[in-house]
């Protein structure tokens, strides 16, 4: 009788969940229980925990697999086991060998990264960019590591850039859309972005926010706004009666995803001014509007 976790209950799915919601749910644990973000007496729980939520990831990733785990359980990987009977244990080569969701061959089609990243020759880079620091089962030869930081419309757009790469000048084309933190893979070394925050968007993954403050008569009686965008300024339209904090979402008008090149979206807050002085026409006006309860 195996002793083992079961692969479902560990990344939190059902048999009935599909490839992606597996690969989400694996991603999510993965970054929860890395042993980067467990320090102390909790690492080694970590480890252990990081461990298991890899084995059940390449079992439920992998459609045969999946279909001999459901049908004989952890029985069917082990030697000798119902569902292993001349194929070998998949484990075999450990984490790190052929299958593993840890190796360093991913490709853009078939079963590729469960992170979805083409740019990244190594998932525990996507790791670094959340912990900042090397991962402890790293064993694959180290390379030349560089930083580059970027303006804020630099990162959103895209830009190639000059840089001295082991004495020789190269031109490296950065993609569009990359964010703090990202590092990027080209082979030979890797690329650390940090990017110059904006005089008025923020982001917030592939979102941009921004606030425009409106007079208190529009608020009221409603009216149109020139809002900047990513890519240009466009017209906004505020309804009659808009409170203080409203938010409108602007559609596919944030910043185009490096992976999938699908672009997030823009929300504008919307502010009302209150004036700090007011004229006495405008006090009165004030008052006359206090008194109808307004």
Same mark, same amino acid.
């Given at each position: 009788?195996?002793?083992k ?6 990344l ?6 599909s ?7 694996y991603?999510?644990? &993965? ?5 980067d ?5 909790d ?12 084995? &059940?990831?390449?079992?439920l ?6 279909s001999?785990?459901?049908n ?18 998949p484990? &075999? ?13 991913w ?42 930081r970027?303006?804020f ?8 850039k ?18 703090e ?9 890797? +690329? ?9 968007f ?8 921004i ?17 900047p ?20 979402? +602007? ?16 929300y504008?807050?919307?502010?009302? +001014?209150?004036?700090?002085? +007011?004229?006495?026409t ?13």
């Amino acid at each position: 009788m195996s002793t083992k976790n079961d692969y479902y209950d560990l990344l939190g799915v059902t048999k009935s969940s599909s490839t992606q919601e597996i690969k989400n749910a694996y991603r999510k644990k &993965a970054l929860e229980w890395h042993p980067d973000r467990h320090q102390g007496t909790d690492k080694e729980e970590a480890e252990r925990k990081f461990k298991e939520i890899n084995e &059940a990831y390449q079992i439920l990733s992998d459609p045969s697999k999946k279909s001999a785990y459901d049908n004989y359980g952890h029985d069917a990987f082990s030697p000798g086991g119902m569902g292993n009977r001349g194929g070998g244990n998949p484990f &075999a080569g450990g984490f790190g060998g052929q299958g593993s969701p840890f190796s360093y061959t991913w490709s853009s089609g078939g079963g590729g990264s469960p992170f979805g990243n083409t740019d990244f020759g190594d998932p525990f880079d996507i790791f670094e960019s959340f912990f900042g620091g090397g991962s402890p089962f790293r064993q694959a030869r180290q390379i030349p590591r560089y930083s580059v930081r970027l303006e804020f419309m630099e990162a959103v757009n895209g830009v190639e850039k000059e840089f001295n790469i082991e004495g020789s000048r190269r031109k490296i084309k950065i993609p569009a859309g990359v964010d703090e933190g990202t590092k990027i893979n080209f082979g030979d070394f890797t +690329l650390s972005v940090n990017v110059a925050p904006h005089e008025f968007f923020e982001r917030d993954g592939d979102d941009i926010y921004i606030n425009v403050t409106i007079p208190y008569s529009m608020a009221v009686f409603g009216g149109t706004i020139k809002v900047p965008t990513i890519d240009d300024e466009i017209k906004l339209k505020v309804r009659v009666g808009t409170g203080a904090g409203t938010m409108i979402r +602007l559609k596919s008008k944030g910043v185009t995803n490096p992976h999938h090149k699908q672009r997030g979206d823009q929300y504008v807050k919307l502010n009302i +001014l209150v004036p700090e002085k +007011l004229t006495r026409t405008q006090k009165r006006m004030i008052d006359d509007l206090k008194e109808e309860g307004l």
